[in-house]
């Protein structure tokens, strides 16, 4: 015999079956909303753009590569041009390269929108040097000389060119060289060149070897205010008197320079994640003191083109804040 079911099972049932596709639907919307929110797992593998194998972008990310690998994450360290090729590899989606070392002043975040800095790293000194038999006192002395400004696509170019421009030095009033490094200092040892734009490290070699040559001179700035107050991502550093070499009292007065800032840029897709390694990353390699800088003055959010990256602002915000 088929028991009928009674009316109260039949709304027991109902409502069961209701409150179960209720809780199905709910389950559903939650996964949905939970997918929208949380950020994939970042990729394991990502490349940098640096610049010239003996520069300092390559040895510097050569040590961002060992730190990140600690965390599983393969940095693969891309020699290039310099800043102005990274930007144009950052910009381009088939670039391939996810983030890039690149100079102050470089960078136009109106043309450039989709970029932003993580942060800046270090001064990098623009050293202008000359033959000491030459009469130079400011940069408008270089008219009709020959000049080596770096090479094409090179942050030291770009500068360069764009100081001395202002100064109503061209191409046509002056015979340029787009050269830098060791060949920018052994030409104007040899005298192929006149003066030298350089922009690197106090510690380099190359550095080292022009301050101490007994026939080349540095030139400072002087008028170093008025061109940082034209040109924003420009500080203004002293170099003081003795500081390379006591005995031989080199340099010989205070030497007023220009410095533009390294920085780190990326992409506004960057995974947050990557950003608090690569900032981790950086304050372990640049927050020591330098010549030109105090203890945790860098990494930093001053010094940048591009807006800072809201993730690494979160990060300066929690995590700098400890080594106060």
């Given at each position: ?26 389950t ?5 909303v939970?997918?929208?929110?949380v ?19 390559y ?11 600690r965390d ?34 470089i ?30 006192k ?5 008219r ?56 690197l ?24 205010e008025?061109?940082q107050?034209?040109n ?10 003795c ?11 205070d030497?007023f ?16 994640a990557l ?14 003191p330098?010549l ?15 807006p ?17």
């Amino acid at each position: 015999m088929i028991k009928e079911s009674t009316p109260e099972k039949k709304g027991s049932r109902k409502g069961y079956l209701a409150i179960f596709g209720f809780g199905i639907l709910l389950t559903g919307a939650g996964f949905l909303v939970a997918y929208q929110f949380v950020e994939p797992a970042p990729p394991r593998k990502i490349v940098i753009g640096t610049g010239d194998k003996s520069g300092a972008y390559y040895a510097f990310a050569q040590r961002y590569k060992e730190i990140l690998a600690r965390d599983g994450i393969t940095l693969e360290v891309r020699s290039t041009a310099g800043s102005g090729e990274n930007l144009k590899l950052l910009t381009d989606p088939e670039g391939g390269v996810d983030i890039a070392l690149v100079q102050g002043g470089i960078g136009d975040p109106a043309s450039q929108p989709g970029l932003h800095s993580l942060a800046s790293l270090y001064f990098e000194p623009l050293w202008v040097f000359f033959h000491r038999d030459l009469k130079i006192k400011r940069l408008s002395d270089l008219r009709g000389r020959k000049i080596a400004v770096g090479p094409e696509a090179s942050g030291t170019n770009a500068i360069a060119t764009r100081l001395l421009k202002a100064n109503g030095i061209t191409p046509d009033t002056a015979t340029f060289f787009g050269i830098g490094g060791e060949k920018a200092q052994n030409s104007l040892i040899s005298k192929e060149v006149e003066a030298a734009f350089l922009v690197l490290s106090p510690q380099s070699a190359v550095i080292q070897n022009l301050l101490l040559h007994e026939k080349i001179r540095v030139l400072g700035f002087e008028r170093g205010e008025a061109y940082q107050r034209v040109n924003r991502f420009l500080s203004i550093l002293k170099l003081p008197e003795c500081v390379m070499d006591f005995a031989r009292n080199i340099p010989e007065r205070d030497v007023f320079l220009l410095a533009p800032a390294a920085t780190l840029v990326v992409r506004d897709t960057f995974h947050p994640a990557l950003v608090d390694l690569f900032l981790d990353a950086a304050v372990e390699v640049h927050s020591g003191p330098g010549l030109f800088q105090e203890l945790n003055e860098f990494p930093s959010q001053k010094y940048v083109d591009f807006p800072v990256h809201k993730d690494a602002q979160r990060y300066f915000k929690s995590e700098m804040s400890k080594r106060l």
